[in-house]
Each structure stands twice: as C-alpha cells, then as structure tokens.
C-alpha cells in the first residue's frame, strides 16, 4: 500500500554501534530473549542464529535507508529475473562486506565461541545448480556494491536441486533440506502476494459504447494459487547499498477442502494445497515426462506472473504512467527460463490496465532485455503447443499475435525468404508444433547479450543468426565477471592479507588495481609467500577429504580441479580417459620423473541424464582402482567429492593447481569458474571457448595452456564429416585407455558398464573427445614441465591473480548499467 512506503521526512535509524562488546551483549540477548535460550546449555546452531540475528539488524537499518532513497528519488530499477541464485551461505558474505568479521569473531571469542566453527554450520541455500545461478548472486552482490537499485525475482525452493550422495559410485539424488530449521536471513512479506491464474478459458468482449467496437479478452483460470513473497537482503561491499532479492512461495488458495475431508475423503481434501506447493518444492523438476514439462512451465509461468505483477504494482504506486515503464524499469531476464514474462506483461497491459497491442509492445521491447547463456539448442527451451495452450490459453493468443506482427515486418521490410521465416517464427513446425521462448525473448528485448566475446559472435552466426539479420542493433556482449569479495577476500583470506601487505588494499575497491602485483612474479620472497598460501590452503581440502571420504591426499601434489556441473560437452570424460592413460604410462615407464598428482572432481548430473551420471561412475570407478593400485606409489590419485556446492567451491577453489576448463570448443557460453580459479593463483588448462579466449588475452599466453580445436575447426569437421575411429585407431595411449574401459578393467562386476559410452566416440564422438584426446595429453605433459620449475611455475600463478580483475563483476555491471538498463 502508499500509505506503507517509506516517507524521505523521517529521521534516519541512529546507526548501530559495532564494537566487540556491544556486540557480544547482543548476541547474548539475541540467545536469551529471542531464541529462548540461556547461554550455558546453548548448542552451536543457537549461537548462529543470535549472530545471524545481530548482523541481521544492522543490515536492516541500512536495507531501510537504501530503499527510501530510491523511493524518495523515484529512481529507475533493475530487475533481475532469474530460476536460479546460488548464494551460498550469507553470514560470512554479510560480516565481510560490513567490515564486522574481526568484531565479530573477537565478540564470539570473548563468550567461548568460534566463528569459524559456527560459520560452517550455516546451511547453503539451495536455490542454484551451477554457473548460471552463481552468476545471478554475484551480479546482485555487485548491484549492491556500485549503488544500482535493483530486485532480484526468483522462487524460494523448499528442497532446490537435490543433495547428491554416492551408493557404490552411482549419484543417488536426495532432497536438500536447508529450510528445515527456518531462514533467518528471510522476511515473510504477506503484503506482498499474488493470485497466480493457469488453463481456463479466454472470452472476447465488447467493451465499446454508443455502436462503437472495443475488443477486450478476459482470461479466466480454472485454477488459481497464491504467490507468496521472502525478501532477503543482498549486501553490498562496505555496505554501500542493501538491495532486495525476492522469492515467490506458492500456497493454496484454500489450505483444505472441509467438504472433501469430512466426507471422509482425507487425501484429497489436500490435493489442491499439494499441486500448488508443488510448484515451488523442487528445482529443475525432471522433465522427460509430460507431467514433468508441464511442472516446469507452471514453474516459470509462476514466478514471472509474480514478479511482474509486483513490479507493475510498484510502479504505479509511485505515480508513474504505464508508458513510462522503460523509463523507470528495466527488466533483465537471465537465460530463457523467465521468457514468458514477455507474454505476460503484454497480458498484463492489455488485458488489465487496457494498453492497445501496438503500443503494449513498445513498453514491453523497452523494458526487457535478455542475456543469451547457451548455445545448445535444448537449452533455449520450447514447449509443446497443447501444453501451451492448455495450460496458459491468453498467452497462446498473445504469441501468435506477437509473431504474426513479427513475421509481417520481415517479410514487408528485410524480405525474408520462407526459410528465414521459418527460423525467426516463434512457432517451430518440424515436427510437433512447439513455442520457441529464445525467440519470444529476443523479439520482446531492446537488448540480447552474450556472456563473453566468442558466445556473442557465435549467436549471430549460429542460433540466432536471422533474428539477428532481423534486428542487427540489439545483440551485444557483456563477459561474465565474478564478486573478488566472496571469491577471494572470504575464501582466500589468506592470499588477500599477502596482496595487502604488498601493494596495499586499493584492490579491494577496484580489482583492476590487482595489476600491482606483477611487479612481485618473480620475486623469490614473494614467491615463497604465494606458495605457502596455496600449500596451506591444499591442506585445507585435504582435510575435508579426509573426514568426508576418509582418502589421504598429499598437499605436496598438484592439485588438478575439474568441478562443474556434469555433461558432455564439459567434458569431464575427456579429463578421465586421459587419466586412465597417464595410469598407464606411470605403470608401463617407472622409471620416469613423473609429476604426483591428485586428480579432483565434483559436480552434480541432471537426474535424467544418463550419460552424465554414467560419467561420475566411470569416475568414481577409476578412482577405486587406481587408489588401490601400489604399483602406482601415490603418484596419482582420483577423487570425486559429492555434494558440490557453494561451501565446496570456496575450499576447492583456493586449493587448485591446475583448473580444468577443457569443454568443446564453440559450446561454452562463458564459464565463471575459470575465473575463480585464476583469481586464486591456479593456471588454466582449457580450449579456445568462452571466457578462455579473454582470459588468456589478459594474463598472457605464456601463463595459460591453450589447447585443441577451435569453435571454427569443430564447425567445420562437423559439417564435413568426423572419422572419429580413424583417430583412435592412430594414437596409442588413446585407444589402449579406450580400450581397458570398455573391456571391463575398471568395472568387473559389470564388464559392459562403459562399452556403450565408448562406443559413442567411435562412432560420432559429438564432443570431440577424441579429436582433442592427443593435444590435451600433450598439454598435460607441458604442465609437468613447467611444474618441476618452481620459479616459472610461481611467476605464472603471480600473474594469473595480478590480472584477473577485469574479470569482476562490478566491470560486468557497469557495462550493463551503461550500455543496457541505462540506470
């Protein structure tokens, strides 16, 4: 309601005072008063909660201050829409960039506590699966950070993807359970609800008076349910702005039909309150059954209808005219899953606020804009027609309205040929009639950028090559960046107090300002310095393993990281085969100087992805055998670390070596781990792909290991034909390694396990495994080199870290405030 903003008169709070003991004291009244608990029988989640509690407060007053200041100045807004924020844990994210950790700790110190202790029991949130969600949390943690007002819009999943577990070196999927004991970090917002419509029927009405025609539809669902709104505050470095990342709860309109349940019917009575938590128990629903497509669109519809009602409510309230939605809104989808917002807010303006269609599409290209992530054609989502139409029977006119306006348009003004038209229309006819939502959100966005130089190019040549044809001002790029805040000052601190102490701490506030220490690469004192952090941090995750997996790795090995979600053109398989090959040649040639090497993966297979999950047992199989061999003399070790998430990366990542980013070339957008990894001193092997190419532009060709085909090469032995066998046939160690997994080696309970895997690359090798195998080995054995001299090795990790700082996210977000939202 108005009567609720908050009004730019009132005083601002008295800020808080921060000391060690004032804030000892409140974390006692917190435990005492408002968990119910004395501090003598208190247990260790108690006393996360009353920290949690106390920071909490201090962020509020600066929350309520950040928002009256865009209310006061009627200040254009972000709003981010994405199916994914992996935000991990928040304390410790919240403490730093208040600049309360050392209080903190000093406060918990004084009162028997650890913090560290406490800090590792906060649950992640499990609201993400991988890159694209971590990317959504550290674009909102820079929002906040360069003073951009900005709401995050996503669904609060009660169980997220799944807790990953191994049962005989199969992933058994199991529910996450971070909300069990309640979020202290959220804010229920009951104010802030929606009716959310699905099915039903549309009817046309005349609305018109004195003969005149005034069409009108009016959707009328035939099932409804409620959105329920959780803020929870996003902090910016040195608290500079708190924004607002909102998640919608799905309730029943009525939690029980009494009818039903005193009929005796007591399992139905809940069905309508079942089917509508539904919607917001799972991410990523698996979808290889019709219900389960239809569970994801529910899904999507869900949170965008939401999210959109929610901005348009706010922006009316402010006085604002619809008109001027561009003007004070911007509207970022993050990949296709958020594309029916298009549909909807066209719903929304013409159906209930009464905007005429031309003019509706104007404020709707205006407000919208859409990052590409991928250029795998699954990946840009189409439903079925009848689910569509079923399911969301207004929007199904809407599409074809907006297409028929579309298609005229290249047809009158770019005279396209029927087969261009057939590529740009939002209907795909090659088989089964389907909705294409990669092209409903490039027509509705005045902007589609890509997420790094290569990705960009590629989506004009490639998936969206005519629509681009069609409209060639809107594709641009904007390469990915990551927050140096969580992904180096919190998981290394370490390596931020060496940075510190050498060229002081303006790197905190401009990570461009890391360049400084490229002075210090080949000083030997330095040198040592940066090599006892890593050894230390080596330690660090050698320990995890240990107690998680009871396996004894030696931090005196190169630690080789692989961790991202599992699928094939990531090529995890590559990382293996070439394993089992180098366990051979260390077998076969003991007398070599080879290099120890702890082989590290961890990452997390889509339930129905059978591949990908025969992928982690053809891992977690070769790891018991060569873990067992002593013929091997710890020379090599393989480790699959279940459970990967944000908590795990903030361990491994520190920890690296070596940091695999090894996909085919052409078919990763961007990536973001390779920028952790060399953020933290690790040196990257990977192919010309994504942000790789960047990447090696800015630390140099000479600190990175480059290998494979390029995007054009794999373009072009695809078009022309791919001897996969031949190649096998003509490299040794490939076909030997080919070989021993298919024939059983790794598997003697079941000799066939792997043959079909194999197979697929004798026969198509669609990934190139393969073709690269023979110059991924041969850069392998370029890192061995370079690893046995200790001053080259060092100076290359020196330069890695002193040039990564383009890569931030802050650099990513004021290009999209610049260029794209203009806020």
Request: glycine letters at 6%; one cysteine or more; a negative charge.
């Amino acid at each position: 309601m108005i009567k609720n903003l908050p009004k730019a008169d009132l005083p601002l709070p008295t800020p808080r005072v921060s000391n060690p003991e004032t804030l000892a004291a409140e974390i006692i009244e917190r435990l005492t008063y408002g968990i119910g608990k004395d501090a003598k029988v208190a247990k260790p989640h108690d006393w996360l909660t009353a920290t949690i509690l106390v920071v909490r407060d201090r962020i509020i007053d600066r929350w309520m201050e950040s928002t009256r200041e865009t209310y006061a100045t009627n200040a254009k807004r972000v709003y981010y829409l994405s199916l994914e924020f992996l935000i991990g844990r928040l304390m410790r994210d919240a403490m730093s960039n208040l600049g309360l950790m050392e209080e903190i700790r000093e406060a918990l110190g004084s009162l028997g506590v650890d913090l560290s202790v406490i800090a590792g029991l906060e649950p992640d949130a499990a609201l993400g699966n991988g890159g694209l969600g971590r990317l959504a949390a550290c674009f909102m943690e820079s929002m906040a950070t360069v003073n951009i007002p900005a709401y995050g819009y996503g669904i609060r999943y009660v169980h997220g993807l799944f807790r990953q577990q191994m049962a005989d070196g199969w992933q058994v999927e199991l529910p996450e359970t971070w909300l069990a004991h309640g979020n202290p970090w959220e804010f229920e917002r009951r104010e802030s609800s929606y009716e959310i419509g699905f099915g039903g029927s549309v009817e046309t009405i005349n609305t018109g008076s004195n003969g005149s025609e005034e069409i009108r539809h009016v959707w009328k669902p035939s099932e409804r349910v409620i959105a329920m709104a959780f803020d929870t505050p996003i902090v910016g470095w040195r608290g500079a702005r708190i924004n607002t990342l909102r998640l919608w709860s799905a309730q029943p309109i009525d939690p029980i039909l009494l009818d039903a349940f005193n009929a005796g019917d007591h399992i139905g009575a809940l069905r309508e309150s079942n089917r509508a938590e539904s919607l917001t128990r799972v991410l990523y629903p698996a979808d290889a059954t019709p219900a389960g497509q239809e569970l994801r669109l529910r899904q999507e519809y869900f949170f965008c209808s939401a999210s959109l009602q929610d901005i348009v409510r706010r922006h009316l309230q402010q006085g604002n005219a619809l008109t001027d939605l561009p003007q004070k809104v911007a509207i970022q989808l993050n990949d296709t899953h958020p594309a029916v917002s298009v549909a909807e807010l066209m719903r929304q303006l013409c159906d209930i606020h009464g905007v005429d269609f031309d003019t509706a599409w104007e404020i709707t290209k205006g407000t919208f804009s859409y990052t590409n992530h991928t250029l795998l054609p699954e990946a840009l989502e189409s439903w079925p027609v009848p689910l569509f139409e079923r399911l969301l029977p207004r929007h199904m006119q809407l599409v074809y309205a907006i297409n028929a306006k579309c298609l005229v348009e290249a047809r009158k003004e770019k005279n396209f040929t029927d087969r261009e038209i057939t590529s740009i229309s939002l209907i795909d006819e090659s088989g089964s009639r389907r909705v294409r939502m990669g092209n409903l959100a490039f027509m509705g966005s005045h902007s589609i950028n890509g997420v790094s130089a290569l990705h960009t190019e590629l989506m004009k040549e490639t998936v969206f090559a005519d629509l681009h044809k069609l409209y060639p001002d809107r594709i641009n790029n904007k390469t990915n960046g990551i927050t140096p805040r969580r992904w180096l000052m919190q998981c290394n601190p370490g390596l931020t107090s060496l940075i510190r102490e050498a060229i002081g701490d303006e790197f905190m506030d401009d990570a461009e300002k890391l360049t400084a220490l490229d002075a210090f690469a080949h000083d030997s004192a330095f040198q040592e310095k940066f090599a006892a952090i890593k050894r230390a941090n080596k330690q660090q995750l050698s320990n995890l393993v240990a107690s998680r997996m009871g396996l004894r790795l030696d931090p005196s090995a190169m630690f080789d990281i692989q961790i991202k979600r599992i699928h094939e053109y990531k090529r995890q398989l590559l990382n293996i085969i070439e394993t089992v090959a180098l366990y051979d040649q260390i077998r076969s040639h003991p007398e070599r100087d080879w290099v120890p090497r702890v082989k590290l993966f961890a990452g997390k297979a889509a339930p129905s992805y059978h591949n990908a999950k025969l992928i982690i047992k053809l891992a977690n199989d070769v790891a018991r055998v060569i873990n067992n061999d002593p013929s091997v003399r710890g020379l090599l070790k393989v480790v699959f670390i279940p459970n990967y998430n944000v908590s795990l990366a903030e361990v491994m990542v520190p920890a690296a070596d070596l940091s695999e980013q090894i996909s085919t070339a052409g078919m990763e957008a961007s990536g973001t781990g390779n920028m952790k990894f060399a953020l933290n001193g690790a040196l990257t092997i990977g192919t010309l792909d994504g942000a790789n190419v960047e990447m090696r532009d800015h630390v140099g060709e000479d600190n990175i290991f480059i290998f494979g085909m390029t995007a054009e090469e794999v373009g072009k032995v695809r078009a022309e034909g791919h001897n996969p066998r031949a190649i096998i046939e003509g490299s040794r160690e490939l076909s030997q390694a080919l070989s021993a997994i298919a024939s059983g080696v790794f598997s003697p309970d079941d000799r066939g396990r792997f043959s079909e895997l194999m197979d697929g690359l004798y026969n198509h090798d669609w990934f190139m495994v393969a073709a690269d195998f023979d110059a991924y080995a041969s850069a392998q054995r370029t890192v061995d080199e370079v690893w046995l001299d200790r001053d080259a090795w060092n100076s290359k990790t020196i330069f890695n870290t002193a040039r990564m700082g383009w890569f931030s996210s802050d650099r990513t977000i004021k290009q999209y405030t610049a260029d794209i939202w203009r806020a």
